[in-house]
């Protein structure tokens, strides 16, 4: 299985563009592609998918660009976690082989991420792999849907575990495999037809794989990638130089399971530990919270802890509205060492449960940025605001339909610029789904979507707005929810405000609106049943005294807030009849 | 038929002249006129009638390619505008689809919440509601909150209000009731309704759209009325015609009423250029290449027509636009665009460009960076004496200068650097071309390449080469070749209806209705643009997926009632089209009709193709021979080649290379193993040698 290693390919920087370039193509269509032929809104509308080419020592080749970070980052990972299978199994891997992957403690993200795997054969020999992975409606898991089930009480209890199964044997489908699946798992032909726009895509992009091999010769591809990847590491290893050597601390709290009688399912914590050394970073993770051994909000360390580490370092030293585009492997993670102890929420031990591990690996980046924030004050945001996913479903004759809803969070104020409002947050990046696709396909209003008035959070550049998002049952069905973020406030940087947490309540026919926690396992409602998610507002950046009267004033005109707190909060005077007031401005800031 | 193309440019405007009955053609290029567009125009009119002796009065049409609308957008100085909107939902516009553009990226800018169209203060909730089930209404539209809301809107100084309610695809009552109430409360304001620009799913992207439709109203409207007075004073009765991103054109009044029509007008004239180049030639299926300064425009022409872009992929300055567009696929490289090491010493060309102002350092506007054309000089591919027709001296001496430094960074030869960088763009461009052929079934060895704009025959053969594309036409003026395009097309409008009608519960009834009323509506426009009756022509599509899925394909129907049989014909070709599309099908699958299409044409006087004169011998044309540089059989090496002159290339000589062609708009490069000759209707035609 190991690739004779050629003496040195001497590579000039002109071919080596031209096969990234190749490269990079081929990774676009892979996602293009999965994107136009998935049947499920999660991967279609919401982009919750990856794609990349991995070459035989692990190292990914190209990403799709269109396409969540949560969902790329983990794909030589799964590589990995499949290698480690095989080789336990000894088995091996075949042309026309196929193989589905989802173990959580293999480098899967979480079990709904299926990985589907074709192996890419040059000349008899295998070179690498072509991957795809995408969230799944549902994994067979003890109730509808594939998130919320945050009442997961190991990891048998999440659902189907696929370790390394090949769902084709050298270009034949293993039948037996396709009819477990379908029988275990509900919506099955949505669930199956995803996995076959997977396996599609996949194809496709293990045929481009091939195609580029025998263009350019595979020791240029082969020189090509380990170029990339000194690449990478090059550009991480100059942004972590830039920063001083030293010690930066921070933590970083979260809900778990705020109606639980047990403390050690709630108010979890985790503490990041920076350690800057000349170009090398160590991230250490020692003092969070130990592991909730029945709860499956623990975080994969492989696929989902190293990739939040990963992707907010990158998102902020080589951020790429000032650096651009450059390729995402293995290259940029050398220069990072990560430290989690075993047993804690950052690196569970099996059987743990992990499905709903989203909200929390949100909290890991968001405290790594809070760390960061003390050295690059001026390419961070304030604390962001955690994030919910709802999943809504109900019987639709024999089967079930199943709806999962991505309520997004918003970002803190940045130096220069008020926090980005309602956006997907920090590892991932999905998409919502249209008003009028949700209640064209399923029994459901969405009654109200709109940005919350009056809370964003004061700073000279204010912290992004969370929205609200209200749903509504037209039929018998059920929900659950997976989010956190509902009592500890986004922290406000530099002087600014801490931002508003989240909320979610349910107002059932004739009853009273009642407040619910972040976290809800299945639970059944009736046809009128609605549901309210409030999202969370950023923290505010810097003296809210600083913030430019004009911009003040203007969030009054635009009900971000109110004259009250326009004086309060920002020391800025609105008259009466709604002017702004300079010269009582200045007084009231001076005074 | 006296007619003129004129293309406004952001430095040039070109104009192109043809009378079908003299069979006389003119061309005619001056500086646009920043401040108001429509001066260049009338002057561009009028100077080249002067020339060449043409009677205004007998111009019989005008057709022209804007950008007004584009630059007001790309430079978000549109007007100010108001929206009203259901109420709960106001910030469908700011919020989106929650994606941030970039994966990577703290400090990133949202466009739509950065410079927001309509501000939020400027967007006003009623009371109303419509459903899914055929647009049944939940909630009654309250027409005093309306009246409210247009009142607080005029007080608030917005000049253009656009409406967008939920569903209003499917029933536009509301939507047209409170326009209704807004020309009643406030006729001077510019009104956009959501159902009228782009009545399709998705409340976003269709807001969005109304957005810049309602942000460059006035604007557009008021260049389109400047335009028509202009004309008018100047004694030029002839019709104006406005070309569209679809293609087509629209009547002035079409224009002002949905300008966001017109936001890639420029471009979408450029890939009827192109085609209309292929038809001199009588080729059909040709990828159009277009490449500026800054940036490559492609397009892909066949049998069918123009290529369309999906409803999901079109998008100005980060805003989405959700109306008919040419699928032309744009990438950050030209002349232009700079190379340069990066910081991990990655050796990278484009997208950043030197533009044209300082340009590349042959300019000799004090540009600094090394440029594609700088790389291209020191190949001795372009010509220090003969480039834009002699008018501007290239500084041989700068491009050395630039691409030396860059070579020493690299530690490699001038020669090699230059050819490097080329290389590097060639390849970009190649990978852009292969996304919209190969990734899409289509295999490029069938096409011809059409090469045009300043820089498109300069880098043509590389990119065919890379393709192994066999053959490439250069169109007689491939630097006014939108202005050309301007002159073959029709005028075109669409129509569309989301039906989500699954092919397992058809009702043939409702879409043969719906078809019927599509066209009858389609028809009557065209008529009250003067379209005679028999010049009109209908096409009808079908916007296909599997259920399930979130993107369709467009599967041409007939022009008949609908019956059981031929239907399953359709659902088949639909199979057919999602293998080519994305390498596979869905058989089992069943299919659903999301939106019923139909494109109405009125047939316009065109440009007339011409026979080149006779022409003298070869060696009349041969301008010189000169040493360039190129790589053949492996190796760089500097090559004898014959520099010829293309006005007075002789018809029908196949010629060997290595040469460069001059002409007064572009240079021609033909490598080693490559051969050419001038076809009688002007085309030059490259047929492509194996790489060597």
Known sequence: MTLETKAKTVLDPITMQVVLGALENAAIEMGHKLARMSYSSIIRESEDFGCALVNLAGHQLCESSHSTPLQSGPIPGYVKGINTIMMERNEQYEPGDIILHNSTYHGASHGPDFGICVPVFYQEELIGFSVTTAHHLDVGASTPGSCGIVDAVDAYAEGLQFKAIKVYEQGKKNTFIWNV?????????????????????????????????????????????EALTDYSEKMMRNAISKLPDGEYQAEGLMDGYLDSDDPAKKDLKITVTLKVKGDELEVDLTGTSKQVDDRPINMPLEGTVNIAIYLTLRSILLDSTEYGNFPQNTGLTRPIKIIAPSGTLCNPIFPAPTIARFAPGNVVADTLMKALAEVVPKQVSAGVGNLKVLAMS??????????????EGSYGGRYGKDGMDSVDTLYANTRNNPIEDIESHYPLRVTRYELRNHSSAPGKWRGGIGSIREMTFLEDGSFSVEGDGHKYEPWGFAGGNDGKVGALSIRKPEEEEMSLPSKIPNTVVVKGSSLKMTGPCGGGYGNPFERAPQAVFEDFLDDYISKEQAETEYGVVITRDGKLDMQATEHLRNS | MKLFGVDVGGTFTDVFFNDTEKHKTFIHKLPTTLEDPSVGVINGILELSKLHNVVIEEINHIFHGTTIGTNAILEFDGAHTGMITTEGYKDIMHIGRHQRPENYSIMQDIPWQNQPLIQRRNRKTVSERMGPKKGEVIKSLNEDEVRAAVNELKELGVESIIVGFLFSYINPEHEQRVVEIIKEEYPEAFITSSSDVSPQFREFERFTTAGLNGFIGPKVKNYVGNLSEGLKSANISADLHIMCSNGGVATPENIAAKPVNTLLSGPAAGVLGGAYAGALSDRKKLITFDIGGTSADIGIVTEDGFGEASARDTWIAGYPVMVPMIDIHTIGAGGGSIAYIDEGGLFKVGPKSAGSVPGPACYGHGGTFPTVSDANVVLGRLDQENFLGGEMKLHTEAAHQVIGELADKLGMTKEETAEGVLRILNNNMANAIREKTIQKGADPREFSLVAFGGAGPLHAVDVARELKIPEIVIPPYPGINSATGLLTTDLKYDVIKTEFMLSSELELGILNE???ALEEGLRQQLIDDHVNDEDVSMLRFAECRYVGQGYELRVPLPNEELIGQNIEKYFDLFHEMHRNEYGHAFKESPIEIV??????????????????????????AIV??????????????????????????PVGIQIEGPAIIFQKDTTTVIPPDNSFSLEEFGNLIIKVGDQS
């Open chain 1, 181 to 225: 699946l379908r029988d275990n798992i509900r919506s099955s032909d949505m669930v199956v037809g995803d996995i076959e726009a997977q396996i599609a895509a996949a194809r496709i992009g293990a045929e481009r794989y091939l195609e580029i091999v025998e263009k350019y010769g595979l020791d240029i591809v082969e020189a090509t990638a």
């Open chain 1, 394 to 407: 109900g019987k639709r004759g024999k089967d079930y339909w199943v709806y999962m809803d991505i309520m």
């Open chain 2, 514 to 516: 719906d078809f019927q």
């Open chain 2, 595 to 620: 939106n019923i299409r139909v494109t109405g044409l009125g047939k316009m006087p065109k440009l007339n193709k011409e026979k080149m004169n006779e022409r003298s011998t070869l060696e009349e």
């Open chain 2, 624 to 649: 010189k021979t000169e040493n360039v540089t190129f790589r053949h059989k492996g190796e760089l090496r500097k090559i004898e080649t014959i520099h010829y002159q293309r006005e007075l290339l």
